[in-house]
């Protein structure tokens, strides 16, 4: 028996072969566990193997599914990898509710969980502001569209549709998305599995990483292609990132 039980969907993914255009089945999606408390486990792959040098009172063998534990308290001094630090700084994943909530001295006001829609001529744009891990990629790349002190913040006829696109593909979060005649474009499902660990932000999810374990809720409109998971512990609406990794000024030298 696994020491890890999932309860994810056994979905396959693919990669585009070095010859030709024929698809290759590969292995099963890739999954990311929360642990209740602790760390993320990053499970590559989910059928059990033997652990050699292990047996119980029979005399059987046994096997387990191993995964990489993640930091997700933000002390480990191992980043990104998980060193235990949780238990001792009683770490907690449960969300505050209210309206607002503090972190370290800082208080911040609690996001509804609700997806805006700002029609134009050409594109609609999508976005809720309660999932965005301000990476500001799209006021540093369209702030023409992107208005951040404005009101509505976002102009969807202020620039081309292909450059809108561009932008909103940038999203890490998965908070900004689009639609073209009547068509929302919500994933980028060209992408291969992959978690990278920001700079000082973030664990940024692409590729369809399978998010499992109970009560994961994704937010209002959310994309589960892509998303990014808190690893500074200070986010309101864990396991997602919210932001806070700046409020609290998280820093990680190593990455």
């Known amino acids: ?64 599914v191993s995964g ?10 191992n980043k990104p990898f998980c060193d235990g630090t949780h238990s001792i700084i009683g770490f907690s994943t449960d969300n505050k509710a209210g309206e607002s909530t503090s972190s370290n001295s800082v208080e911040t006001k609690i996001i509804k969980d609700k997806r805006k829609d700002y029609l134009g001529r050409r594109i609609t744009v999508h976005d809720n502001r309660r999932i965005c891990s301000h990476a500001a990629e799209c006021i540093n790349n369209l702030p023409s569209v992107f208005k951040l002190n404005s009101r509505p913040w976002i102009d969807p006829d202020a620039s081309e ?28 499902n060209d992408r291969n599995p992959m978690v990278t660990v920001s700079k000082n932000g973030p664990y940024v999810v692409t590729g369809g990483v399978e998010l499992i374990g109970n009560n994961i ?10 998303y990014t998971l808190c690893r500074c512990g200070a986010s309101n609406i864990k396991p997602f990132c919210d932001g806070m990794h700046k409020v609290i000024k998280f820093k990680d030298d190593k990455n």
């Open 1 to 64: 028996m696994s020491s890890l039980e999932s309860n994810g969907s056994n979905s396959m993914f693919t990669d585009e072969s070095a010859k030709g255009s024929s698809l290759v089945i590969t292995k099963e999606r890739p999954k990311i566990l929360p642990l209740p408390n602790g760390p993320y486990y990053l499970l590559n792959d989910l059928k059990p193997k033997t652990v050699e040098n292990l047996q119980n009172s029979k005399g059987e063998l046994l096997s387990t």
């Open 68 to 77: 990489v534990a993640l930091c997700r308290c933000g002390a480990s001094k």
């Open 161 to 188: 549709v292909n450059k809108i696109v561009d932008t909103i593909e940038k999203c890490p979060s998965g908070a900004l998305s689009y639609s073209i005649d009547g068509i929302e474009h919500r994933d980028q």
């Open 217 to 226: 809720q994704f937010g209002d409109g959310a994309s589960k292609e892509h």
